[in-house]
């Protein structure tokens, strides 16, 4: 399985970027998938996740109310719309996949992407 994210950029303080992740290599839907972000000498923290068949999301405190996650299974695709950017939400941010019927956390996830930087000034 591979996470392939896209997206990321450079935007000022109250603008907005969208993210995607497109998986492939799979044949059995993966039940969840979400986001991660690390920033430099932090934990990496869970953004959001979205359980691709019943479309059930969740988010963290931190960006409720401001990021959205989105799915097009057609595309086997998960979106992250992020606006009313913080120089706080400056990070790396990961997609993720699981198989656990539970919260996505850190250590159940199986596939990662490799990561698209977002950066806010």
């Known amino acids: 399985v591979q996470l392939v994210e896209s997206g990321g950029g450079s935007v000022q303080s109250g603008g907005s970027l969208r993210l995607s992740c497109q998986a492939s290599?799979?044949?059995?839907?993966?039940?969840?998938m979400g986001w991660f972000r690390q920033a430099p000498g932090q934990e990496r923290e869970r953004v959001a996740y979205?359980?691709?068949?019943?479309?059930?999301?969740f988010y963290g405190d931190s960006v409720k109310g401001r990021f959205t996650i989105s799915q097009d299974n057609a595309k086997k695709t998960v979106y992250l719309q992020m606006n009313n950017l913080e120089p706080e939400d400056t990070a790396m941010y990961y997609c993720?996949?699981?198989?656990?019927?539970?919260?996505?956390?850190?250590?159940?996830?199986?596939?990662w992407g490799q990561g698209t930087q977002v950066t806010v000034s």
């Open positions: 290599g799979y044949t059995t839907r993966l039940p969840v």
């Open positions: 979205i359980y691709t068949s019943g479309g059930s999301t």
């Open positions: 993720a996949a699981g198989y656990a019927s539970g919260p996505l956390v850190a250590s159940l996830v199986a596939y």
